[in-house]
């Protein structure tokens, strides 16, 4: 894939490079991103990104975020003496004109980053190992960004993990019935409204202060971390949605992929089963970069974060599923069903199993 339109739009921003091949990469559900190989050989690769702007409504604001976020962990990079910067963080390139990104003939908003050399994402793990380093990574990430004033960043999607307005969101969709789905699903619908007195604390807590606002990731699936060769983490990508909001919203989402032995879109619901052992290299990780910042209440409620996670996500996809599949996007019809009824199920696994998720934060 390599045609003239991606050619003019990759020469209109600042940097020389020689396009040697160009291919879609990732499995993410809102962007598209393509991997440009360049020649020669040795010379850098990049990533190229199309933001969906139908979600991300302000992405000059976005990349205004972004750059702000990725300089102030630079920064504190280089005050470390650490080498191998361009591998730890995230580093774009903005466009002549000077904006951090360029506008095609549609209106669509592209983006470009560094390739980071010799790394890979992982959709699973298997090694507590890997639990344990994915969630330091996660864990300092918050650290780097927690004397970084939180005026400085856009709501790059208001209201983001907020559980009021997404229920409310949720409610909207269940009366429009887009697309006559309503009355199939009621049984669904009702396990996520049953759980919502519960649920919506954690925004009262936030409103009224008894839990901070941090700059927070807000996407901490599992792949949204760099490995290398030999699976030590090198950096957080996927920087979109970093903004204000609780460390629990990224405990929790990270928990939400993997401490689930199963994808978040396995239809075969006895799959779905938690994954003790990793969940405590993970709380463990997670902790010790985590406890000098986080406060008590925080921590009490990081199982709780688990739990408010599924649900909102379950409620996500249910809900999009409501609105006639508008949102994420889809592998084949059904599908947001599919990841509805396994979050719901992944969630009911939560619940069986909290007594023992507290149990073991307090000992970590
Ligand atoms: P989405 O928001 O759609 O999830 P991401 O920004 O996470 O998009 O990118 C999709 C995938 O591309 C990632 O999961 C990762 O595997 C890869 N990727 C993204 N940025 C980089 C990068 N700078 N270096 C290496 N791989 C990257
Ligand atoms: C989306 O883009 P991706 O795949 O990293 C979504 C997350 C969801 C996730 C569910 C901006 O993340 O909030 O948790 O799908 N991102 C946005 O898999 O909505
Ligand atoms: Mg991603």
Redesign the pocket.
């Known amino acids: 894939m390599n045609n003239p339109i991606f050619s003019e739009l990759i020469s209109k921003f600042n940097i020389d490079l020689i396009i040697s091949e160009l291919v879609p ?9 393509y ?1 440009i190989r360049t020649s020669p050989e040795e010379a850098p690769d990049y ?1 190229l ?1 199309r933001k969906n702007h139908k979600i991300f409504k302000d992405v000059p604001g976005m990349m205004n975020n972004i750059m702000i976020a990725t300089n102030h962990i630079r920064n504190k990079l280089i005050a470390a003496g650490e080498k191998d910067i361009n591998r730890k963080v ?1 580093t774009y390139f903005p466009a002549k004109d000077g904006k951090l990104f360029v506008n095609d003939a549609e209106g669509n908003f592209w983006t470009l ?4 050399a010799d ?3 992982v959709e699973n793990i298997q090694k507590p190992e890997q639990a344990y380093s994915a969630a330091r990574a996660f864990g300092h990430f918050q650290l780097q960004l927690a004397d970084l004033p939180g005026e400085k960043l856009i709501e790059t999607i208001p209201n983001f993990h907020n559980g009021l307005s997404r229920l409310n969101d949720f409610k909207v969709a269940i009366d429009k019935d887009a697309a006559g789905r309503v009355k199939d699903n009621q049984v669904l619908i009702n396990k996520i409204l049953d759980r919502s007195a519960e649920m919506t604390s954690l925004q009262r807590w936030l409103n009224d202060k008894t839990i901070p606002l941090r700059i927070t990731h807000n ?1 901490t ?1 599992i ?2 971390i ?1 490995f290398d060769q030999d699976n030590k983490t090198l950096c957080v ?2 920087l ?1 949605t970093v903004m204000p909001g609780s460390a629990l919203y990224d405990f929790g989402d990270a928990i939400r992929t993997i401490g689930n032995k199963a994808p978040e879109d396995e239809p075969n619901l006895e799959k779905i089963a938690f994954n003790k052992e990793i969940f405590e290299a993970f709380a463990k990780g997670y902790l010790s970069e985590a406890k000098s910042f986080l406060t008590q209440m925080e921590i009490d409620h990081l199982s709780y974060s688990c739990r408010y996670m599924a649900w909102e996500q379950a409620m996500r996809f249910l809900a999009d599923y409501l609105n006639d599949d508008i949102y994420y996007k889809t592998d084949y019809p059904g599908h947001n069903l599919v990841r509805t009824k396994a979050q719901i199920r992944y969630l009911e696994v939560l619940e069986e199993n909290s007594a023992m998720m507290e149990a073991m934060i307090s000992e970590s």
Not at 25 to 33: K, R
Not at 113 to 116: D, N, P, S, V
């Open positions: 990469f990732g499995n993410g559900h809102i962007n598209d991103t991997l990533i990104q995230m980053f560094l390739f980071i790394s890979h994402g996407d699936k792949n949204n760099l990508i996927d979109d």
